[in-house]
């Protein structure tokens, strides 16, 4: 599978956003996170991790974007399809990128969408947004939710490399015989499926979380504990594995030397709920119809939380299966799956699938787990 | 060595953010970033990876600090030394924590200190700080870099922290002749790469980066290519390995099957332009100085950028070794010594090393390389 995408798929995306900003009023978009900048100019880096330098993009209303970036990743985005990349030497403690982002924004005109709704962040000093509205003299405004609009259903291209993220990660879950078993660590199990992960073609790792415990875990965020596990507990493991810059987003539960009834059960359940979710996402239906349906199954404490969302670019993106959300399903959005159970009080397991959006049932794109809990 | 802090140094961190809040005219600090919480509150977790969520810490003049975070971290946050923990089942699309974090604010009062200067982000929706502002009442400003300035200066558990990093690296640089060879790939090197950090007992490794050619590489951000490694290539790999929620960020070079003069002779400089770093390096000195001692050896050419930075909970945070910061260099402070050369025409080099600021020589954190260039 090839890295990246075509020129044509990136001049689509900015075409459609175009349409959207005409009919917003908008004269550009202002884009600032990774994401963001990533899913219009195929711009894919791990520098980002640097959180001391700023990146800026505009899209304007009728012409090719604008890239307003630190001069060090000048040639990485001249050898992206962006041919008008301004830089400046970051950073600068006088000016960082203000007054090129302000002039390069007066050129193009208002007014700027800057996503601001949920789901969003301004990646960039306060001071300095402030700075850039004072010296553009432009209006600005949310960006409508154009680009999370539009993140939202994913290519064929885009698919395949979640599906792609998906597969490696099943092929991880595959192997977790190999480290998981009584006497070892959780912190070892987690460091050492983060290599099977490596192994079986992750790019990088960004997210592992999970637990373990005789009839499930407490929650499922903490970081790994040095505590060993023991035969009868259950181990869940929730990865957010990359390639190419695409997540996938699941997790697996396995029993330690012996399944309990109460762990069997909890299990047929979730795997029962993740079903009517299957059942439940057509086009047309909403979020909250999914989260219905497999609210039924498992039942819907108060803090159960959302029970599922959006999948891409991020772990974590777009709508959420909650009882509130009411966007609308669309083919080619890519959603998780993840009904959650208390098994007694205070435990709960949890069980994630990744699905893509179709014109009749959805399609997998990870493995789904079957009824069974496997033991190992 | 153990996970974590005491309480009592959290208790530290705080009435020092307080005694200076107090001189600034602060009422609160609001904190919405994972270093920034993590730093007065201890909470870790991998879960902040999900963007849809927003996590909110007040700092009040005079009392324990206050968490405001979605139900879902409840646990885990009240596991920590924070009593105060006001939660809501996020994400909810009609207020997400808006009022719950509004009516605690105005319980503590102004102004409230929002780190706004460079180097930060507000890590909360742009809607929902304009609506927390409104419904408060209260004035907002900038924290008058009061976080940034406690976070700059480590404690011996904080120095601890990132030297056990740098040594997991150190162990896994130690091993990069078992994975790097001639006809690998080197998107295959950085996978592995990972797998020895992982083995030799980082907890994750958020950020790699490097690159391989015959005299250098045309920058130190692009992700791995396919291409497989040469005999005479040098190759470099760069990391940010984490070990209980603290970086290490330091690279090494290594010829393949054999190193040219243009090669060595820019390493030697490189580990020399260290060694004038070190020496520069002391109390009361400012960052620019430490630049200026690397850069009369390396030379500053116009896209040089930065030669180093701060270090510590994030890859890179607070000061910037360039000509025109003018940080002064406190005992406690850990940054990075970061020369880089060009050997030919839009080839580099660069070298990496950590070190800790005292009061008399600076500590090296990494293991100093030395100014033969490693052979594999």
């Not at 879950?173 to 190999?178: H, N, Q």
């Not at 987690?190 to 992960?197: G, V």
């Not at 498992?298 to 803090?303: A, H, K, L, N």
């Amino acid at each position: 599978m090839t890295r990246g995408f075509s020129d044509e798929e990136f001049r689509e995306r900015v075409a459609r956003a175009q349409a959207r900003m005409d009919k917003a009023g908008l004269g550009a978009l202002l884009l600032t996170t990774e994401a963001d900048v990533r899913y219009f100019t195929g711009y894919l880096t791990r520098f980002w991790e640097s959180p001391c330098r700023a990146w800026y993009l505009i899209v304007p209303a009728s012409s090719d974007p604008i890239a307003v970036i630190p001069s060090i990743g000048a040639a990485l985005m001249r050898a992206t399809w962006i041919n008008d990349v301004r830089t400046w030497p970051a950073p600068d403690p006088l000016d960082d990128g203000v007054s090129r982002l302000a002039e390069a924004l007066r050129e193009v005109g208002g007014p700027v969408g800057l996503p601001s709704h949920q789901g969003t962040v301004a990646r960039m000093p306060l001071a300095d947004l402030e700075a850039v509205k004072a010296q553009s003299g432009l209006t600005f405004t949310d960006d409508r939710g154009i680009v999370a609009g539009l993140r939202a259903i994913k290519s064929e291209a885009e698919i395949a490399k979640i599906a792609r993220a998906c597969a490696i990660a099943g092929r991880a879950f595959g192997r977790v015989g190999e480290i998981a078993m009584p006497g070892v660590p959780l912190s070892r199990v987690f460091r050492d499926f983060q290599r099977l992960l490596l192994e079986e073609g992750a790019d990088w790792v960004p997210y592992l979380a999970g637990g373990a415990g005789p009839e499930g875990y407490a929650d499922v965020i903490s970081p790994a504990s040095e505590a060993p596990l023991v035969v009868g507990d259950v181990l869940m493991l929730d990865t957010g594995a990359v390639w190419d810059g695409y997540f996938c987003d699941y997790d697996r539960n396995f029993a330690i030397g012996h399944a309990t009834d109460i762990q069997c059960a909890a299990h047929a359940r979730l795997v029962e709920a993740t079903q009517a979710g299957l059942e439940a996402a057509r086009p047309g239906v909403r979020a909250c119809d999914v989260w219905r349906a497999m609210a039924d199954v498992v039942g819907t404490g108060e803090d159960a939380g959302r029970l599922g969302h959006g999948l891409g670019m991020q772990l974590t993106e777009g709508l959420s299966l909650t009882a509130e959300d009411q966007t609308t399903l669309l083919p080619g959005m890519v959603i998780t799956l993840e009904p959650g159970i208390e098994t007694i009080g205070g435990k709960i397991m949890v069980h994630e699938e990744n699905i893509v959006i179709t014109e009749g049932a959805p399609r997998a794109l990870s493995p789904l787990a079957t009824v069974d809990l496997p033991t190992i």
